[in-house]
């Protein structure tokens, strides 16, 4: 894996993230409860069985109204801390669990790309 810069919150800095008008973020599944920032949350589905009952992670994007730095985490809900697939698969290449959420986000990733909310980002390198 290359080094990659990131930004204050630990994330890519050649991801880059637009707000779009409110009506087309509320349709990408954005909300803004907060009134200050747009929120995206996504559990990982992972496949229905007894080996992975109780696995919840989830990929959450916060983009600030005020265009200060957005930032995307990987979060296991259980522990309440960063889940960081990425490093583990670096250690694991084969761990299944991390392999699934990998899948996940980068097709989050893709549908957020292609809705016009972030640009920059490449299947495979660092989030």
Known sequence: MKNYTTNSHGT?????AQTLPYEEMRKIGFTDYAKDRWYYCRLVKFPNNKKYRNFEISFNVTIPKDGSEMYIDVLDEDFCQPYDYQMMLRDSPLFEPCLIVRDFVE??????QNSGVFSGHVKGEYI
């Not at 890519?12 to 880059?16: A, D, M, P, S, T």
Request: aromatic share 0%; hydrophobic share 45%.
């Open 12 to 16: 890519n800095v050649l991801i880059k």
């Open 107 to 112: 097709e989050q990733m893709e549908h957020l």
